[in-house]
Protein backbone atom coordinates (compact mmCIF):
# COMPACT_ATOMS: atom_id res chain seq x y z
CA UNK A 1 0.00 0.00 0.00
CA UNK A 2 1.48 3.78 -0.84
CA UNK A 3 1.64 6.39 2.02
CA UNK A 4 -0.02 8.90 0.08
CA UNK A 5 0.32 12.45 1.73
CA UNK A 6 -1.56 15.23 0.71
CA UNK A 7 -0.14 18.87 1.21
CA UNK A 8 -3.10 21.46 1.79
CA UNK A 9 -3.32 23.82 4.25
CA UNK A 10 -6.08 26.95 2.85
CA UNK A 11 -3.26 29.87 2.60
CA UNK A 12 -1.64 30.49 -0.79
CA UNK A 13 1.69 31.56 -0.12
CA UNK A 14 2.48 29.19 3.20
CA UNK A 15 5.60 27.13 0.96
CA UNK A 16 3.04 24.18 0.31
CA UNK A 17 5.03 23.55 -3.25
CA UNK A 18 7.84 24.00 -1.25
CA UNK A 19 7.63 21.72 1.32
CA UNK A 20 6.06 19.38 -1.37
CA UNK A 21 8.70 19.05 -3.46
CA UNK A 22 12.07 19.59 -1.12
CA UNK A 23 10.12 16.36 0.98
CA UNK A 24 9.69 14.58 -2.12
CA UNK A 25 12.66 14.32 -3.19
CA UNK A 26 14.50 13.94 0.21
CA UNK A 27 12.30 10.60 0.78
CA UNK A 28 13.32 9.64 -2.81
CA UNK A 29 16.91 10.40 -1.68
CA UNK A 30 16.54 7.90 0.60
CA UNK A 31 15.50 5.13 -1.85
CA UNK A 32 12.09 4.88 -1.71
CA UNK A 33 9.83 5.25 -4.68
CA UNK A 34 8.30 8.35 -4.82
CA UNK A 35 5.54 10.31 -7.20
CA UNK A 36 4.95 13.88 -7.04
CA UNK A 37 1.24 15.10 -7.80
CA UNK A 38 0.80 18.24 -9.11
CA UNK A 39 -2.94 18.86 -7.92
CA UNK A 40 -2.98 22.86 -7.99
CA UNK A 41 -5.40 22.33 -10.87
CA UNK A 42 -5.31 26.02 -12.70
CA UNK A 43 -2.03 27.36 -10.87
CA UNK A 44 0.36 24.17 -11.30
CA UNK A 45 4.01 25.16 -10.97
CA UNK A 46 5.56 22.12 -9.56
CA UNK A 47 7.57 21.24 -12.37
CA UNK A 48 9.41 24.50 -12.55
CA UNK A 49 10.27 23.72 -8.76
CA UNK A 50 12.06 20.29 -10.47
CA UNK A 51 13.69 22.26 -13.39
CA UNK A 52 11.25 20.84 -15.69
CA UNK A 53 10.25 23.43 -18.39
CA UNK A 54 7.83 21.36 -20.67
CA UNK A 55 5.67 18.34 -19.26
CA UNK A 56 5.36 16.12 -21.55
CA UNK A 57 1.81 14.83 -21.03
CA UNK A 58 -0.37 15.41 -17.51
CA UNK A 59 -3.62 14.67 -15.48
CA UNK A 60 -5.44 16.35 -18.46
CA UNK A 61 -4.63 13.47 -20.87
CA UNK A 62 -5.81 11.15 -18.14
CA UNK A 63 -9.10 12.67 -17.88
CA UNK A 64 -9.39 13.29 -21.87
CA UNK A 65 -8.54 9.36 -22.04
CA UNK A 66 -5.69 10.18 -24.26
CA UNK A 67 -3.79 7.85 -21.72
CA UNK A 68 -5.07 4.99 -20.35
CA UNK A 69 -3.57 5.37 -17.16
CA UNK A 70 -2.49 7.89 -14.50
CA UNK A 71 0.83 5.90 -14.19
CA UNK A 72 1.26 6.43 -18.06
CA UNK A 73 1.07 10.23 -17.92
CA UNK A 74 4.49 9.86 -14.76
CA UNK A 75 7.66 11.40 -15.66
CA UNK A 76 10.77 11.06 -14.69
CA UNK A 77 12.99 13.91 -12.77
CA UNK A 78 16.37 15.27 -12.10
CA UNK A 79 16.40 13.23 -9.50
CA UNK A 80 16.49 9.40 -9.05
CA UNK A 81 13.42 7.24 -7.46
CA UNK A 82 11.45 10.97 -7.80
CA UNK A 83 8.69 10.62 -10.35
CA UNK A 84 6.27 13.51 -11.49
CA UNK A 85 2.92 14.05 -12.64
CA UNK A 86 1.93 17.51 -14.43
CA UNK A 87 -1.21 19.48 -14.37
CA UNK A 88 0.18 22.27 -16.50
CA UNK A 89 -2.03 21.32 -19.66
CA UNK A 90 -5.13 21.36 -17.52
CA UNK A 91 -7.51 23.93 -18.87
CA UNK A 92 -10.30 25.68 -17.24
CA UNK A 93 -12.88 23.19 -17.89
CA UNK A 94 -10.43 20.49 -15.80
CA UNK A 95 -9.51 23.23 -13.37
CA UNK A 96 -13.11 22.76 -12.53
CA UNK A 97 -13.38 19.20 -12.34
CA UNK A 98 -16.76 17.48 -12.78
CA UNK A 99 -17.26 15.02 -9.75
CA UNK A 100 -17.15 11.74 -11.85
CA UNK A 101 -13.54 13.09 -13.30
CA UNK A 102 -12.94 13.87 -9.49
CA UNK A 103 -13.84 10.46 -8.27
CA UNK A 104 -11.76 8.85 -11.01
CA UNK A 105 -8.62 11.03 -10.36
CA UNK A 106 -8.92 9.72 -6.59
CA UNK A 107 -9.32 5.89 -6.96
CA UNK A 108 -6.68 6.26 -9.39
CA UNK A 109 -4.21 8.22 -7.59
CA UNK A 110 -4.60 5.61 -4.69
CA UNK A 111 -3.53 2.92 -6.87
CA UNK A 112 -0.20 4.41 -8.22
CA UNK A 113 2.32 1.63 -7.77
CA UNK A 114 4.91 3.90 -5.35
CA UNK A 115 6.10 3.71 -2.17
CA UNK A 116 4.98 7.21 -1.33
CA UNK A 117 2.13 9.82 -3.31
CA UNK A 118 2.83 13.38 -2.55
CA UNK A 119 0.03 15.52 -3.94
CA UNK A 120 0.50 19.31 -4.20
CA UNK A 121 -2.93 20.83 -3.22
CA UNK A 122 -3.94 24.58 -4.01
CA UNK A 123 -5.31 26.96 -1.74
CA UNK A 124 -8.09 27.35 0.03
CA UNK A 125 -10.90 25.03 0.64
CA UNK A 126 -12.75 24.57 -2.62
CA UNK A 127 -14.25 20.94 -3.06
CA UNK A 128 -11.23 19.75 -5.31
CA UNK A 129 -8.75 20.23 -3.10
CA UNK A 130 -10.94 18.89 0.34
CA UNK A 131 -11.36 16.12 -1.86
CA UNK A 132 -7.70 15.24 -2.98
CA UNK A 133 -6.84 15.99 1.04
CA UNK A 134 -9.50 13.55 1.87
CA UNK A 135 -7.52 10.92 -0.62
CA UNK A 136 -5.81 9.64 2.42
CA UNK A 137 -6.13 10.18 6.41
CA UNK A 138 -2.63 11.66 6.81
CA UNK A 139 -2.96 14.79 4.98
CA UNK A 140 -0.35 17.32 6.24
CA UNK A 141 -1.39 20.92 6.55
CA UNK A 142 1.49 23.67 6.02
CA UNK A 143 1.22 26.80 7.55
CA UNK A 144 3.51 30.08 8.61
CA UNK A 145 3.13 31.28 12.25
CA UNK A 146 1.23 34.65 10.77
CA UNK A 147 -2.51 34.71 12.78
CA UNK A 148 -3.90 34.78 9.03
CA UNK A 149 -2.26 31.71 8.28
CA UNK A 150 -3.21 30.08 11.48
CA UNK A 151 -6.20 31.34 11.14
CA UNK A 152 -6.92 30.08 7.57
CA UNK A 153 -5.57 26.62 8.47
CA UNK A 154 -8.11 25.84 11.20
CA UNK A 155 -10.85 26.68 8.72
CA UNK A 156 -9.01 24.11 6.15
CA UNK A 157 -9.58 21.46 9.12
CA UNK A 158 -12.77 22.21 9.67
CA UNK A 159 -13.62 22.19 6.25
CA UNK A 160 -12.28 18.84 5.69
CA UNK A 161 -14.10 17.45 8.54
CA UNK A 162 -17.17 18.72 7.26
CA UNK A 163 -16.87 17.32 4.05
CA UNK A 164 -15.95 14.30 5.11
CA UNK A 165 -19.14 14.18 6.89
CA UNK A 166 -20.87 15.24 3.71
CA UNK A 167 -19.38 12.16 1.97
CA UNK A 168 -20.84 9.58 4.36
CA UNK A 169 -24.18 11.29 4.80
CA UNK A 170 -26.67 11.58 2.14
CA UNK A 171 -26.52 14.94 0.57
CA UNK A 172 -30.18 15.24 1.16
CA UNK A 173 -29.96 13.98 4.72
CA UNK A 174 -27.24 16.68 5.09
CA UNK A 175 -28.70 19.52 3.92
CA UNK A 176 -32.32 18.72 5.90
CA UNK A 177 -30.32 18.61 9.28
CA UNK A 178 -28.22 21.76 8.38
CA UNK A 179 -31.50 23.41 7.40
CA UNK A 180 -33.38 22.40 10.74
CA UNK A 181 -30.57 23.72 12.48
CA UNK A 182 -30.34 26.70 11.19
CA UNK A 183 -34.21 27.38 11.69
CA UNK A 184 -33.70 26.02 15.77
CA UNK A 185 -31.31 28.03 16.26
CA UNK A 186 -32.44 31.09 14.57
CA UNK A 187 -29.13 32.30 13.59
CA UNK A 188 -28.27 32.32 9.78
CA UNK A 189 -24.55 32.65 10.16
CA UNK A 190 -23.53 29.26 12.01
CA UNK A 191 -19.65 28.50 11.06
CA UNK A 192 -18.41 25.15 10.22
CA UNK A 193 -17.50 23.56 14.10
CA UNK A 194 -21.69 24.23 14.61
CA UNK A 195 -22.84 22.49 11.96
CA UNK A 196 -20.35 19.19 12.65
CA UNK A 197 -21.45 19.66 16.13
CA UNK A 198 -24.97 19.69 15.10
CA UNK A 199 -24.41 16.92 12.21
CA UNK A 200 -22.82 14.62 14.78
CA UNK A 201 -25.16 14.70 17.21
CA UNK A 202 -28.79 14.76 14.96
CA UNK A 203 -29.01 10.84 14.89
CA UNK A 204 -27.99 9.89 18.28
CA UNK A 205 -27.81 6.51 16.72
CA UNK A 206 -25.26 7.32 14.38
CA UNK A 207 -23.49 9.75 16.03
CA UNK A 208 -20.36 7.62 17.27
CA UNK A 209 -20.38 6.07 13.52
CA UNK A 210 -20.05 9.42 12.23
CA UNK A 211 -16.98 10.26 15.01
CA UNK A 212 -15.42 7.39 14.69
CA UNK A 213 -14.87 8.20 11.17
CA UNK A 214 -13.63 11.63 11.62
CA UNK A 215 -11.56 10.50 13.98
CA UNK A 216 -9.37 7.89 11.63
CA UNK A 217 -7.31 11.18 11.01
CA UNK A 218 -3.72 11.57 11.46
CA UNK A 219 -3.62 14.94 9.99
CA UNK A 220 0.16 16.32 10.51
CA UNK A 221 1.48 19.97 10.48
CA UNK A 222 4.98 22.10 9.45
CA UNK A 223 5.09 25.18 10.23
CA UNK A 224 7.19 27.04 7.60
CA UNK A 225 8.74 30.39 6.98
CA UNK A 226 9.75 30.50 10.81
CA UNK A 227 11.65 33.15 11.98
CA UNK A 228 14.25 33.44 15.05
CA UNK A 229 11.92 36.86 16.83
CA UNK A 230 8.95 34.35 17.05
CA UNK A 231 8.06 31.81 20.03
CA UNK A 232 9.61 28.12 18.83
CA UNK A 233 6.90 26.79 21.11
CA UNK A 234 3.92 27.96 18.78
CA UNK A 235 3.48 24.57 16.71
CA UNK A 236 3.29 22.23 19.61
CA UNK A 237 0.78 25.31 20.92
CA UNK A 238 -1.58 24.58 18.03
CA UNK A 239 -0.98 20.68 18.30
CA UNK A 240 -2.69 21.26 21.86
CA UNK A 241 -5.43 23.38 20.69
CA UNK A 242 -5.99 20.79 17.56
CA UNK A 243 -6.12 17.60 20.08
CA UNK A 244 -8.37 20.02 22.45
CA UNK A 245 -10.94 21.37 20.06
CA UNK A 246 -10.84 18.61 17.01
CA UNK A 247 -11.90 15.32 16.76
CA UNK A 248 -8.90 13.55 15.31
CA UNK A 249 -4.85 13.19 16.70
CA UNK A 250 -2.13 15.89 15.67
CA UNK A 251 0.59 15.69 14.59
CA UNK A 252 3.60 18.61 14.75
CA UNK A 253 6.24 18.18 12.30
CA UNK A 254 8.61 20.71 13.40
CA UNK A 255 9.26 24.52 12.65
CA UNK A 256 10.73 25.30 8.71
CA UNK A 257 12.67 28.27 8.82
CA UNK A 258 12.68 31.44 7.05
CA UNK A 259 15.76 31.52 4.12
CA UNK A 260 16.51 33.58 1.77
CA UNK A 261 18.31 31.04 -0.19
CA UNK A 262 14.74 29.09 -0.98
CA UNK A 263 14.18 31.88 -3.94
CA UNK A 264 18.04 32.03 -4.91
CA UNK A 265 17.27 27.85 -5.19
CA UNK A 266 14.31 28.40 -7.33
CA UNK A 267 16.04 30.79 -9.44
CA UNK A 268 18.78 28.69 -10.17
CA UNK A 269 16.73 26.08 -10.69
CA UNK A 270 17.87 23.82 -8.08
CA UNK A 271 15.61 21.88 -5.05
CA UNK A 272 16.43 23.78 -2.06
CA UNK A 273 16.88 20.88 0.09
CA UNK A 274 19.58 18.91 -2.25
CA UNK A 275 21.41 22.49 -3.32
CA UNK A 276 21.63 23.63 0.68
CA UNK A 277 22.19 20.80 2.78
CA UNK A 278 23.55 22.51 5.39
CA UNK A 279 21.43 25.03 6.48
CA UNK A 280 18.33 24.90 9.10
CA UNK A 281 15.55 24.67 7.00
CA UNK A 282 16.94 21.95 5.17
CA UNK A 283 17.80 19.90 8.65
CA UNK A 284 14.33 20.55 9.17
CA UNK A 285 13.16 19.14 5.94
CA UNK A 286 15.74 16.32 6.18
CA UNK A 287 14.44 15.80 9.76
CA UNK A 288 10.69 15.36 8.62
CA UNK A 289 11.13 13.24 5.41
CA UNK A 290 12.95 10.87 7.65
CA UNK A 291 10.00 10.81 10.41
CA UNK A 292 7.51 9.72 7.24
CA UNK A 293 10.08 7.24 5.73
CA UNK A 294 10.79 5.59 9.18
CA UNK A 295 6.68 5.20 9.35
CA UNK A 296 6.69 4.13 6.29
CA UNK A 297 9.69 0.94 6.88
CA UNK A 298 8.06 0.03 10.11
CA UNK A 299 4.43 -0.43 8.55
CA UNK A 300 6.15 -2.59 5.91
CA UNK A 301 8.26 -4.33 8.13
CA UNK A 302 4.56 -4.77 10.19
CA UNK A 303 3.19 -6.24 7.17
CA UNK A 304 5.76 -8.83 6.49
CA UNK A 305 5.02 -9.99 10.13
CA UNK A 306 2.01 -10.16 9.97
N1 LIG B 1 11.10 28.35 4.22
C1 LIG B 1 11.05 29.31 3.30
N2 LIG B 1 11.94 30.35 3.33
C2 LIG B 1 11.91 31.32 2.40
N3 LIG B 1 11.02 31.38 1.40
C3 LIG B 1 10.11 30.38 1.32
C4 LIG B 1 10.08 29.30 2.25
N4 LIG B 1 9.06 28.48 1.89
C5 LIG B 1 8.49 28.99 0.80
N5 LIG B 1 9.12 30.15 0.44
C6 LIG B 1 8.77 31.03 -0.69
O1 LIG B 1 7.43 31.45 -0.50
C7 LIG B 1 6.76 31.56 -1.75
C8 LIG B 1 5.50 30.70 -1.71
O2 LIG B 1 5.87 29.33 -1.65
P1 LIG B 1 4.99 28.21 -2.37
O3 LIG B 1 5.61 26.90 -2.07
O4 LIG B 1 4.77 28.55 -3.81
O5 LIG B 1 3.62 28.40 -1.56
P2 LIG B 1 2.19 27.72 -1.81
O6 LIG B 1 2.40 26.51 -2.64
O7 LIG B 1 1.67 27.43 -0.45
O8 LIG B 1 1.35 28.76 -2.50
C9 LIG B 1 7.75 31.12 -2.81
O9 LIG B 1 8.33 32.26 -3.37
C10 LIG B 1 8.78 30.31 -2.05
O10 LIG B 1 10.03 30.32 -2.66
MG1 LIG C 1 1.64 25.92 -4.49
Known amino acids: ?24 ALIA ?16 NLHTLLGIKNPRGGIDDFLSKKAATLEKVAEPTPIANLTFISS ?5 EIANLFHAQKVKLVSAIKTLPFDFIIMDLGAGT ?35 YLRKLKQII ?28 IVLKYDPGREMFLRESISRFQFGFIMNQ ?11 KMKAVCNRHFYSKFQFFGNVAFDERV ?13 YPDTEAAAALKNIAERLSQKRSLADRMSEVS
Open 263 to 275: SESVLKKKLFALH
Open 126 to 160: NFNTLDFFLASEKGIFVCTPEPTAIENAFRFIKSA
Open 170 to 197: NLNAFNKMVKHAVLESGRGDLGSSDIID
Open 88 to 92: LHCSM
Open 226 to 236: FRKNIAPDIGE
Open 29 to 44: NSGHRVVLLDLDLGAS
Open 1 to 24: MPEILPIGGGKGGVGKSFVAVNLG
